[in-house]
């Protein structure tokens, strides 16, 4: 079996398992209809459970297969670069993220590379390495907390090929989309496994993430594209719950573009979004057996300075009670804007009490790097 088509096959039997409960494992998607499905422009078709697409037809039209847009994808193959950052030594981020950063980028214009943000924070230092393998220096023109994406602008223009923003919205769950990072010889397949949020524990939620499967190891940054090579999400993580439901499918979580495309004039041209900032706290939370547990408190941040502290449980915002992280935060970021005070209920050594933690813009925490 071509690997093309053994990768929809175990996507398609991941996903119809992590659909329905424990015990009562049954296929809504045929995996090898599945398998078999025209890949160009769409998603996994629905089949019966006796392993019929429902289509009978010899003279149904067919698109490309998967090998042939692989190879068509290969036009794209020099919008896809490298990128590599220096951090400031006494950044904040150096100690979680290294001060030596390296992962991919795509070139979304002449001088324009659009990335992960967590290659870019703090980072006084960066360079652009092409396909062809030019090294052309850069600077940091701005990142986006938010959507966690960054952009850099080069010194001098790239001599690859450009990739076009796509609808990120479109995307659909079994999808078929394409992913490439630096010095790969060629795209990958994959399977759009689920859309659905993914918060980080560290002040982070994307409402609508896209996660793919089988899982690749050169995610940073790295360009998600459909089947018409269009831009689609950039790479940011590797995952174990990439599906719905309770079922540990590994994979990918990619930023959706459409997260940066109202904004990208703002980091072009000021380095940020325009409009407020979101509060900040500077707690790093996790969750335990239902409860939301501080884990880490960012030295001098607000809430080392309110008195949080590893091992805190937050029970509620502003009088009302918590039930996740996702909620945790978007009770935060409604209280107000940066500079904000957010009223946190705490469950310290057995002891409940409020603490109001007074917020900060998470810019103004951060080291400033030339060009930002």
């Known amino acids: 079996m071509p690997r093309s088509s053994l990768i929809l096959l175990v996507g398609a039997l991941l ?19 599945a398998a078999a499905s025209p890949v160009k422009g769409a998603t996994v078709g629905e089949g019966e459970a006796d ?14 297969s998967s090998t042939q847009i692989i190879e068509q994808l290969q036009r794209y193959a020099g919008a896809i670069v490298e990128v590599n950052s ?14 030596r950063r390296s992962g991919s980028g795509v070139v979304v214009d002449s001088t324009t590379v659009l990335t992960v943000d967590y290659l870019l924070l703090e980072a006084d230092q960066v360079e652009v390495v092409t396909a062809a393998g030019q090294k052309v220096p850069g600077s940091v023109a701005g990142y986006d907390y938010a959507s966690g994406l960054g952009v850099v602008r080069t010194a001098l223009p790239l001599d690859g090929a450009v990739l076009e923003f796509g609808d990120s919205d479109s995307v659909a769950e079994r999808q078929v989309v394409f992913t490439r990072g630096h010095d790969e010889p060629v795209s990958s397949e994959l399977l759009v496994v689920s859309r659905k949020p993914f918060v980080g524990g560290w002040e982070y939620l994307v409402d609508d993430a896209i996660f793919t499967f089988p899982p690749v190891s050169n995610w940073a940054g790295a360009a998600l594209m459909t089947a018409e090579g269009m831009l689609v999400g950039i790479g940011s993580l590797i995952v174990n719950d990439a599906a719905s439901g309770d079922t540990a499918v590994p994979g990918n979580m990619f930023v959706p573009v459409n997260l940066i495309k109202p904004i990208l004039a703002d980091l072009l041209a000021k380095g940020r979004r325009e409009g407020p900032a979101r509060p900040w706290l500077g707690v790093v939370t996790e969750s335990v057996r239902g409860n939301l547990m501080v884990a880490r408190v960012t030295p001098n941040s607000p809430a080392e300075q309110a008195g949080l502290s590893p091992g805190d449980i937050i029970l509620g915002v502003g009088g009302t009670k918590i039930t ?8 935060v970021w409604q209280t107000g804007s940066a500079g904000s005070v957010i009223p946190l209920r705490i469950l310290h050594a057995g002891t409940l009490s409020d603490i109001p933690v007074r917020s900060i813009d998470l810019a103004d925490f951060l080291r400033k790097p030339g060009g930002i």
Not at 15 to 33: D, H, I, K, Y
Not at 51 to 64: E, I, L, N, V
């Open 324 to 331: 996740d992280q996702a909620d945790f935060y978007r009770r």
């Open 86 to 99: 220096v951090a400031i030594a006494d950044g904040q981020t150096v100690a979680s993220l290294g001060m």
């Open 51 to 64: 392993g019929t697409s429902g289509d009978d037809s010899s003279d149904a039209p067919q698109g490309p």
């Open 15 to 33: 996903l119809a398992v992590s659909l329905v409960g424990p015990g009562e494992a049954r296929f809504s998607v045929s995996p090898l209809a």
